[in-house]
């Protein structure tokens, strides 16, 4: 069965401190997307990643195609990052299989 | 860049009553196209995707339907709406590059009362 499996559920960390995220799925996958979802319910595509790594501004996300485990990092957090970030991943078709996402809050 | 258009933003509709959302897409043509819908407090579901005019693939069983009338206009519809349909619904497509982008509309957040 193609899973998504994100952790922690729900993450409250002071202003500036650094946030990781994880993301492991259950078998081989051609694509993983980390999506940033805000209060109002938009959700940004943040990253697609298919190996190796990426960095935008104060985010990172890293993939490890053989352990199947994705993580999203913040650097130097701020009240705004407040947000739900999902893990998509696409096991090898046109459809995105989801994770529940990780709420997380960040505090002044 | 895709730019995606959903409207109305919210919905509040009674039970038993029609829906009609709609979702067009600017910068791109010829995309893939979803809806999905989140549950309060869930994740999001595929509903329906369309790789085509007239071309929809339902994921799961439900009162809704999907229709693609255009290219890049994608309409999700009910016939008479449950109290289960209540959720926030999202467009999405492909990108143009690479089959493996995916863009988010805005989302419209219905609630059946």
């Known amino acids: 069965k193609n899973e998504v499996e994100q952790s922690p559920q729900n993450l409250t960390a002071q202003e500036g401190e650094f946030i990781t995220i994880n993301c492991s799925y259950s078998v081989g996958i051609s694509a993983l997307h980390w999506l940033q979802q805000h209060p109002g319910g938009g959700i940004v595509s943040l990253f697609m990643?298919?190996?190796g790594k990426k960095k935008h501004g104060r985010l990172i996300a890293t993939i490890n195609i053989q352990e199947k485990h994705s993580s999203l990092h913040i650097t130097a957090s701020h009240p705004r990052d407040s947000a739900v970030y999902i893990c998509?991943?696409?096991?090898?078709?046109?459809?995105?299989?989801f994770g529940t996402g990780t709420r997380l809050t960040i505090i002044p | 860049s895709q730019t995606i258009h959903q409207w109305p933003a919210t919905l509040v509709q009674p039970v038993g009553s029609p829906l009609s959302l709609e979702c067009t897409v600017e910068?791109?043509?010829?995309?893939?196209l979803y809806w999905y819908r989140q549950a309060a407090g869930r994740g999001l579901q595929l509903l329906f995707y369309?790789?085509?005019?007239?071309?929809i693939s339902s994921e799961v069983p439900q009162n809704l339907s999907a229709s693609r009338p255009q290219d890049r206009q994608f309409i999700l519809s009910s016939k008479k709406l449950l109290l289960s349909d209540s959720g926030f619904y999202l467009c999405a497509c492909t990108g143009q590059m690479t089959a493996y982008e995916q863009y988010f509309g805005p989302g419209t957040r219905l609630t059946v009362t």
């Open positions: 990643l298919s190996s």
């Open positions: 998509a991943v696409r096991f090898g078709n046109e459809k995105l299989t």
């Open positions: 369309s790789v085509g005019i007239g071309q």
């Open positions: 910068g791109t043509s010829n995309p893939n």
